[in-house]
């Protein structure tokens, strides 16, 4: 199963993350996505699952929850904007995760492009794929694609599409 994956597109959508994930079975989209116009478009490229953020208004959080958790390919996955990072998660957020385990954690909010395991919630991988809409402090807008096959993750990508104030690069 492949997967793409982006966060925080503020109301913007390159059209190169269209391209990029044209192979994709599924998109999910950690949140912050701006305009709900954004989710239809996904939509129309692949099943689009996601989460609203903090900057998101009624009508997102009328199609996205603010969690999401997923079963693929033997993997539970928990999918939330606002995560803060391993060791320093947002309040109430460990709990959670200690309750239902996940084997991977995606996230958004921050516009960092981060993967890492958490080694003390048994190596649940940790990932956020930075920001990939013009607004924010973000230096280079960037998405994430990966395979999980039979339950182990493979063949990650991070894509950078530029710089955050450049269109076309």
């Not at 503020?10 to 391209?19: A, C, F, S, T, V």
């Amino acid at each position: 199963m492949r997967i793409g994956i982006l966060s925080d597109t503020h109301g913007w959508l390159d059209e190169r993350i269209l391209h990029h994930f044209k192979d994709c079975d599924e998109i999910w989209h950690a949140g912050d996505v701006g305009d709900v116009s954004i989710i239809d478009h996904l939509q129309q490229l692949k099943p689009t699952i996601g989460v609203y953020g903090n900057i998101d208004g009624q009508e997102t959080r009328s199609v996205f929850p603010e969690t999401e958790i997923l079963l693929r390919e033997g993997l539970k996955i928990y999918i939330t904007h606002i995560a803060g990072t391993p060791g320093r998660y947002q309040n109430g957020l460990m709990s959670k995760l200690k309750e239902e385990m996940p084997k991977i954690l995606v996230c958004g909010h921050s516009h960092i492009l981060k993967v890492m395991p958490d080694k003390k919630l048994n190596n649940m991988l940790y990932i956020n794929p930075g920001a990939a809409g013009r607004h924010g402090f973000h230096k280079v807008r960037t998405i994430l694609k990966l395979e999980i096959n039979n339950g182990k993750i493979a063949n990650m990508q991070a894509i950078e599409l530029g710089k955050r104030g450049k269109i076309l690069d």
